[in-house]
C-alpha cells in the first residue's frame, strides 16, 4: 500500500513535464532585459514597466533597428493604428495593447487624454535626439516671453502619444538644430541634420492629421490645433513667412468655430471650467490669439480676428489690481495691438487700404486705457509676496513696463511736428533701453549661452527697432545696436541681425553729410527734411529689400541690403 501511494504521488508531481513549456516569442524592439526573460515588453521610455513593476533594472533598448513598424493602441472597442516608416528599410510589425487611460497632472489640473493613448517608442536614435532637442531647448524658447509649464507639459505629453503632433514637433526641432548649426557656424562642413530632414517629418505629420480616426470631433479639432500651432512656429523659423500666417489664421479660424460649438452647448466657453481635450483646446487657443494681436507688429496690414474676445475679458475700471502677472499681461497686449493699428492708419502704411478705419476717439481713449493699466499693474507689483519675485517673473515685469512704455510714447508722439516731436521723448528711449537691457539679460541667463534663439512671440527686437529709428539721440541708437547685436535672437519674422542692419542703415542716412571728422553729438543736428519717416521691408535668402520715405519730402526711396 505504502509504495503505491508513493508511486501515485510521484506520478503527480512530475505531471507538469506532460505539458511542454511555451516560450513567448522573441521581443525585436523591446529592452535588453525582456528579450533576456522571453516576455513582451511594454516599450515604455526610458524604462519599461514591465521591468519596474517587478523591481528589475531595465537595461534600456539598445541599438534598435532602424526598421518601419505598425504600432496599434488598443483601449475597449476603440483602435487606433499608427504608423511609422522610414525609407530604405524592410518592413517589420509588431502589436502592443493597452488597457489603461493616461491622466497626468498639469499644475493641480488633472488632465484626462482625449482618447486612447499610448506613449509612442522611439524607433531612430535621430528622433530620440530630436524629441531631446524639443523638450530641452525648443520648448523652452517658443515659451519663453510668457512661461507657463502647464503648457510646455501639454507639448511634450502629445509630442509623446500622438503621431502627428510627434512628427511635427521633430520637424520643428530639427529646424531648430538647423538654424543654431548655421547660425552659430556649427557643422558647416558637415551639417548634424539633412537639409530635407525637417520637411520629410513636417510632411509626414500632414500625412497622419489627415488620416486619424476619431470618433471624438473635439478630440480631432484639439489635435489639429496643436499641430497647425507647431506647423507656425516651424514655417516661421524656416523663413516661410507667407505660410506661417496661412496656418495661424487657420488655426484662429478653427479655434473660433471650436468655441462657437462650445457656446452653443456650455454657455461662453471662458466660464467654462476645461477638462481633457476641451482643456487642450483652451490652452493652444490662447496661444493662437496672442499670436494674432502679436502679428500686427510686423504686419502693417494685419487687422486681428478678434482683438477683445473670451480669452481676453475686458479690463473693468472699477477694479483696483490685477490678480496676475499673466492677466495683466493679457490687456496690455491688446492696448499694445491697438496703438500699432491707429499708428498705421493714422501713418498711412497700408498698400492695399484694406484696414478698417478706427473711430475719431479711439486714440484718446487707448491712451487713457493705457494709464489706467500702469497704475493697475504698479499696484499689483506693491501688494505682490517676496515668493513671486523669482527670474521669470522679473523678465516678465520689464518686458511688459518696456512694451507698455513704448506704446504710450508711439501714441503720444505723432502730432503736427511728427518725427521732430520725438525728440521730446528722449527719457522714455533712454528708460526703454534700460529695460531692453535687463530683458535681454534675462534672455541670455535663461537660454545659458549667446547662442541664437527662436520664438514665436514678440519680445524686445521690434522695440529696439522701433527705438534706433525714432530717437536720433546717438548714444541711445548705439546701445540698441549694441544689444541687438550681441546675440542673434528671432521673434516670429523679426531677427535682431536683419533689424540691427535696418538700424544702421537709417544711422548712415540720417547722419550722412555732417562734416568730415565731426560725428552727430545730439538730436537737434539732423534736420526735418533728412528723417525717415517711414520704412518698410521685405527680406529674401541673403538680402532685405527696404522702402522709405523721408519727411517733408516726396517720392519713395528703394534699396536692397545684404545681411
Not at 505504502?2 to 513549456?21: C, H, I, L, T, V
Not at 496661444?287 to 475686458?314: E, G, K, N
Amino acid at each position: 500500500m505504502g509504495e503505491a501511494r508513493s508511486s501515485e504521488a510521484k506520478m503527480d508531481n512530475q505531471s507538469w513535464r506532460k505539458k511542454p513549456r511555451k516560450f513567448a516569442p522573441k521581443s525585436r524592439l523591446g529592452c535588453k532585459t525582456c528579450k533576456i526573460r522571453r516576455i513582451k515588453c511594454d516599450l515604455a521610455q526610458p524604462s519599461c514597466l514591465k521591468c519596474r513593476s517587478t523591481g528589475r533594472t531595465c537595461d534600456g533598448y539598445g541599438d534598435v533597428a532602424d526598421v518601419p513598424s505598425t504600432f496599434s493602441a488598443e483601449v475597449g472597442h476603440e483602435r487606433h493604428d499608427i504608423e511609422h516608416q522610414t525609407t530604405g528599410q524592410d518592413s517589420t510589425a509588431t502589436s502592443v495593447t493597452v488597457r489603461t487611460r493616461y491622466d497626468i497632472k498639469l499644475d493641480g489640473v488633472l488632465l484626462q487624454t482625449p482618447g486612447a493613448f499610448m506613449i509612442l517608442p522611439v524607433t531612430e536614435p535621430k528622433q530620440a535626439e530630436a524629441l531631446g532637442f524639443f523638450e530641452n531647448v525648443a520648448i523652452k524658447n517658443i515659451n519663453e516671453y510668457r512661461p507657463c509649464s502647464s503648457w510646455r507639459k501639454t507639448l511634450m505629453f502629445f509630442s509623446q502619444t500622438e503621431p502627428s503632433v510627434r512628427c511635427a514637433a521633430i520637424a520643428l526641432a530639427l529646424m531648430h538644430r538647423n538654424q543654431l548649426d548655421r547660425v552659430s557656424g556649427y557643422g558647416l562642413q558637415q551639417p548634424r541634420v539633412p537639409d530635407d530632414a525637417p520637411l520629410l517629418y513636417y510632411n509626414r505629420a500632414i500625412q497622419l492629421l489627415l488620416s486619424q480616426k476619431s470618433n471624438d470631433d473635439t478630440q480631432a479639432a484639439a489635435i489639429t490645433l496643436l499641430v497647425c500651432y507647431l506647423f507656425t512656429c516651424f514655417d516661421h523659423l524656416a523663413g516661410n513667412y507667407v505660410q506661417a500666417m496661412k496656418h495661424l489664421r487657420g488655426g484662429i479660424e478653427l479655434s473660433r468655430n471650436i468655441d462657437q460649438t462650445t457656446s452653443n452647448e456650455h454657455g461662453a466657453f471662458y466660464d467654462v471650467k476645461p477638462s481633457g481635450a476641451q482643456d487642450l483646446i483652451y490652452q493652444v487657443t490662447r496661444q493662437f490669439h496672442r499670436l494674432d494681436l502679436q502679428a500686427v507688429m510686423f504686419l502693417i496690414d494685419w487687422t486681428p480676428t478678434d482683438s477683445q474676445d473670451s480669452y481676453f475679458p475686458q479690463l473693468s475700471i472699477s477694479n483696483t489690481t490685477f490678480q496676475s502677472i499673466e492677466q495683466a499681461a493679457d490687456h496690455l497686449q491688446i492696448l499694445v495691438t491697438q496703438v500699432m493699428r491707429l499708428r498705421n492708419t493714422e501713418q498711412e502704411l497700408s498698400p492695399q487700404g484694406e484696414m478698417p478705419p478706427l473711430p475719431p476717439p479711439f486714440k484718446g481713449i487707448t491712451l487713457g486705457q493705457l494709464e489706467s493699466w500702469s497704475d493697475l499693474f504698479e499696484h499689483m507689483l506693491q501688494q505682490e509676496n517676496s515668493h513671486e519675485t523669482a527670474s521669470e517673473s522679473n523678465a516678465l515685469i520689464s518686458l511688459l513696463r518696456l512694451q507698455h512704455t513704448i506704446a504710450w510714447t508711439l501714441l503720444k508722439s505723432p502730432g503736427p511736428e511728427k518725427e521732430m516731436g520725438y525728440d521730446s521723448f528722449l527719457p522714455q528711449f533712454r528708460q526703454c533701453v534700460a529695460l531692453a537691457r535687463d530683458v535681454a539679460a534675462a534672455h541670455e541667463r535663461y537660454s545659458g549661452s549667446l547662442k541664437p534663439t527662436f520664438t514665436p512671440e514678440i519680445g524686445i527686437v521690434p522695440v529696439l527697432y522701433m527705438i534706433g529709428v525714432k530717437c536720433r539721440d546717438p548714444t541711445v541708437r548705439r546701445e540698441v545696436l549694441d544689444i541687438l547685436q550681441r546675440q542673434t535672437i528671432q521673434e516670429a519674422v523679426w531677427d535682431s541681425i536683419s533689424t540691427a542692419r535696418v538700424v544702421e542703415r537709417v544711422i548712415e542716412i540720417e547722419e550722412d553729410g555732417s562734416r568730415e571728422g565731426e560725428a552727430i553729438q545730439s538730436m537737434e543736428q539732423i534736420p526735418v527734411w533728412k528723417r525717415v519717416e517711414a520704412m518698410s521691408w521685405v527680406l529674401s535668402p541673403g538680402q532685405m529689400d527696404i522702402t522709405y520715405t523721408f519727411c517733408e519730402r516726396e517720392g519713395i526711396h528703394l534699396e536692397s541690403l545684404s545681411i
